[in-house]
């Protein structure tokens, strides 16, 4: 999340305000479907529920790719709450098997090591999306910038195209030419995140599909037991 504000921020000159109301729509989506998957997980089989929000956050992530320096402020707002619309699917009925079978008396415990397994995997989880975008970002600015040199017909053209747009402020070559070169090197910076962040979301949608079998491996729980682990 933070990454992605600060790539909002940085290529369409956001402040963090600004930034804040582009991804704030996503949390009026989730307090909208959190009742919802409520509902769900006790009219039908929470495991199907599971796959179909694991299903649903999978294809999100493909959608994602439409991500670019240029895209407006709707474009962004819907691709995050698409993105979004699958996870109190996922999170509900997870909440939901967890205390299945179990003992009233025991619900603090099963709450508090349910709790930790999710911190734990959101830390893991960050931590290599984090590694995952830094790596990516420089390996992609490195592929940039072998192409942007002197003797390049193209960079020769774009480079003189912004010292003469400086001129008519009134710097001199040499200011002029460190602040064309500052602008490609902005330039290079934004499209590195662009490509790394697509990417990321790529491996993101390929990772998340995994695990859409993988509810079914539980016993399907009767409606006696969840009307209990709600109770």
Known sequence: MRDLIQFVRSSHDYSAQQAGIVLSPVGIALALLMPVAGIWAMKFDPRKVIAEGLLLTSVSMPWMLRISLYAD?????????????????????????AHVGMRQQDNNQVSGISNFVRNLGGAIGVSFLVSYLTRHQQSSRIDLVAHRHRGNVFFD????GLQRSAVPTGESASDSSGHALAQIQQLVDAQASEIAFMSAFFVLGVIVAFPIPLPFLMKRPSVEDLAASHG
């Open 157 to 160: 053209r774009f480079m003189a």
């Open 73 to 97: 402020f709707s474009t962004v707002v819907w691709m995050r709450v698409f993105q979004f619309v699958g996870i109190p699917l996922i999170s509900i009925p997870i909440s939901t098997l």
